[in-house]
């Protein structure tokens, strides 16, 4: 088992920056990838970064590419998103996801990560 904590959302102008945390407890951290996902009102659930169990790895979705930069410190437990340029439309709950890597698996499926965090809002204004 491993619990997931996120922090560091809140409300900022567009064009901003926030950087988010997510401190995690229990199992080996290192053994896990890890995945920040975020919803909108009305929306469903969207990928927008991950990072492989060294970090050496990262993916990002088309819509956040060259602005978030996902990290993660492994003696630290926690993964960061560093959120540059804002948007309004970035605007949603934010939710770190961790996952033991398996045969198949696939970063961007919300299905494939077995923890998930609490959420954290970030709202943009225009």
């Known amino acids: 088992q491993v619990q997931l904590v996120e922090s560091g959302g809140g409300l900022v102008q567009a064009g901003g920056s926030l950087r988010l945390s997510c401190a995690a407890s229990?199992?080996?951290?290192?053994?896990?990838?890890l995945g920040w996902f975020r919803q909108a009102p009305g929306k469903e659930r969207e990928f927008a970064a991950a990072i492989s169990l060294s970090g050496d790895r990262t993916y990002y979705a088309d819509s956040v590419k060259g602005r978030f930069t996902i990290s993660r410190d492994n003696a630290k437990n926690t993964v960061y998103l560093q959120m540059n340029s804002l948007k309004p439309e970035d605007t949603a709950i934010y939710y770190c996801?961790?996952?033991?890597?398996?045969?198949?698996?696939?970063?961007?499926?919300?299905?494939?990560?077995?923890?998930w965090g609490q959420g954290t809002q970030v709202t943009v204004s225009s």
């Open positions: 229990g199992r080996t951290f290192g053994s896990f990838a």
């Open positions: 996801a961790a996952l033991t890597p398996y045969f198949g698996f696939s970063y961007q499926n919300t299905k494939g990560y077995q923890y």
